[in-house]
C-alpha cells in the first residue's frame, strides 16, 4: 500500500525525513531535522584564538573589531579612566602580528611604519607602538602598565591579564575573527 501523497507532504512540511524502502512501503524512519548530534570529544582544530589583552586594572571589558582598529591605529588614545592608551606588539615577522595585520589594520609593515612614521612627524601620534620581543615580555609590559593592549595567542595567556571580548566573543569562541594557524608541535 503506497503511502498517500498528502501524508509525505506533511512530513516534510514539519521538518521530518521520510524514507520509503519501495513504492508499497510507509515510512520507516522519521527524524527531526533540528536535533543536532553531539559527541563527547573534543573537537580538534589546527587553529587559535589571538587574544587581546589590557592590564587587570583597565575598566574595558569588549570591543567592537572597529573600535579595536581605531586603538590599534591611533586614533583612540585615551581609554574611558584617562590613561594614555599604550599599544604594545610582536616583532616584524611574528604570525600574530601578521594576523593582526590582515584582520584589524588591514595594511602590511612597511604601510604601517609610514603610516606611524608620518602620524609622530605631523603631531597626531605620539610615539610609535611598543615592540617586545616574546609573548612572555608582552605580557610583562601589559601587566606592568595599566593602560597598555597587546595580543597573545590563547595558548600564552594566564591570569595576570585581562582579555578583551571582540564583537562580544572571546578567543575559544566560534565566530572569533581572531585566529591564527596553531605551532607546531616541538
Known amino acids: 500500500m503506497r503511502a498517500a501523497p498528502s501524508t509525505l507532504l506533511l512530513a516534510i512540511s514539519i521538518g521530518v525525513y521520510a524514507i520509503a524502502a519501495s ?3 510507509a515510512i520507516l524512519s522519521a527524524r527531526p531535522h533540528s536535533v543536532q ?3 563527547t570529544t573534543p573537537r580538534t582544530s589546527n587553529w587559535e584564538g589571538l587574544a587581546i589583552v589590557v592590564n587587570r586594572n583597565n575598566p574595558v571589558d569588549e570591543m567592537t573589531l572597529w573600535q579595536l582598529r581605531e586603538v590599534f591605529l591611533g586614533d583612540k588614545r585615551w581609554w574611558s579612566g584617562k590613561r594614555r592608551v599604550l599599544l604594545v606588539t610582536l616583532p616584524r ?12 589594520d588591514q595594511m602590511n609593515d612597511a604601510d604601517l611604519d609610514k603610516y606611524y612614521f608620518f602620524g609622530v612627524y605631523r603631531g597626531e601620534f605620539v610615539t610609535s607602538p611598543a615592540t617586545q620581543r616574546t609573548p612572555n615580555d608582552v605580557r610583562a609590559f601589559v601587566a606592568a602598565h595599566p593602560g597598555a593592549i597587546g595580543y597573545l595567542r590563547a595558548s600564552d595567556l594566564d591570569d595576570s591579564l585581562k582579555v578583551v571580548r571582540i564583537n562580544g566573543l572571546l578567543p575559544g569562541d566560534d565566530g572569533y575573527p581572531l585566529r591564527l594557524p596553531k605551532r607546531a608541535a616541538k
Open 23 to 25: 513504492p508499497s512501503a
Open 93 to 104: 615577522g611574528a604570525a600574530e602580528r601578521q594576523t593582526i595585520h590582515r584582520v584589524v
Open 37 to 39: 548530534l553531539r559527541t
